[in-house]
C-alpha cells in the first residue's frame, strides 16, 4: 500500500526553525519576533502564506511589493534552515516498520522544494521516500487534491493512505477521496471531531497497526 506524508507538523516540528528565520527578518524591520505558538498556527499553507500572517500579525502593510520583497528574504534564509527540526516521537521507528512491511512511502508538503529537499537530507529521510511533491513543483497547493493525486501516481497508484497533522491535510484528503490518518500532536488549530478522518494517532508507534487496517479495508472494498 501506499502511504503518503505530511511533513512539517507530521514528521517533523519544523517550527523552531520556521521562528528562527522570521525572527531575523522581523528584527530588520524593528519588528517583535513571533512567538513559537504564533509560527506553529501559520505553517501548513505554505511560505507565501506564512509570509502575510506574518506580517498581518506584526502590522506590517502588504502590498505585492512588500509581500514579494519579504518573501525573497524569507525563502533565501529558509532553504538553510534546518538544524533546530526534530522528529516526533516514534517516527524514524514507524518508518523503518512500513518499509519493512513491504509499503511504499511518498512525501506531499506545502513547504517550498528547496527548504523540503535540504531539511529531507539533513535528517536522513531522502532515501525512504519514493515519491516527493513539495511547494512550487505544481501550479496548486493543497488543499487542492492535485498534489496528493501527483504523489500517489508516482508511487504507482493503488491503495492510499495518508497521513497528516492539519486541518489543510483533512481536507487535501477529502477531496482527494483518500482515507486520512490524523495525527493529533501537530499544527492542528481546531478540534478532532471537527476535521474529517478515519484514524487519529497520537504516537507513532500506532501508525503501523492502523496502516493494516487501512489495507485491508481497501482490499474489501476492491
Not at 511560505?47 to 525573497?72: C, D, F, N, W
Not at 511504499?104 to 522544494?113: A, D, I, R, V, W
Not at 501550479?139 to 497521513?163: E, F, N, W
Not at 492539519?166 to 495525527?183: H, N, Q
Amino acid at each position: 500500500m501506499n502511504i503518503v506524508f505530511d511533513l512539517d507538523g507530521t514528521l517533523i516540528d519544523s517550527a523552531p526553525d520556521i521562528q528562527a528565520v522570521a525572527e531575523q527578518i522581523l528584527g530588520k524591520l524593528g519588528k517583535v519576533p513571533l512567538t513559537l505558538e504564533e509560527t506553529r498556527s501559520f505553517i501548513g499553507e505554505g511560505a507565501p502564506v506564512l509570509v502575510s500572517k506574518m506580517m498581518a500579525a506584526r502590522g506590517i502593510p502588504e502590498t505585492p511589493e512588500s509581500h514579494a520583497q519579504i518573501y525573497g528574504d524569507f525563502v533565501a534564509q529558509y532553504e538553510f534552515a534546518v538544524e533546530r527540526a526534530v522528529f516526533y516521537p516514534g517516527v524514524v521507528d514507524a518508518l523503518a516498520v512500513l518499509m519493512a512491511a513491504g509499503h511504499k512511502l511518498g512525501l506531499c508538503t506545502n513547504k517550498p522544494e528547496l527548504p523540503a529537499r535540504a531539511v529531507m537530507k539533513h535528517m536522513g529521510m531522502e532515501p525512504i521516500f519514493s515519491a516527493f511533491v513539495a511547494g512550487g513543483m505544481m501550479d496548486s497547493r493543497k488543499p487542492a487534491p492535485d498534489m496528493l493525486h501527483k504523489t500517489i501516481a508516482d508511487l504507482g497508484g493503488g491503495p492510499t493512505l495518508y497521513v497528516g497533522d492539519s486541518e489543510i491535510d483533512a481536507e487535501t484528503a477529502r477531496r482527494a477521496g483518500v482515507p486520512f490518518a490524523l495525527y493529533t500532536e501537530g499544527y492542528r488549530k481546531s478540534p478532532v471531531e471537527q476535521l474529517p478522518h478515519d484514524w487519529t494517532f497520537d504516537h507513532f508507534d500506532t501508525l503501523p497497526g492502523i496502516a493494516a487496517e487501512a489495507l485491508a479495508a481497501q482490499i474489501l472494498a476492491q
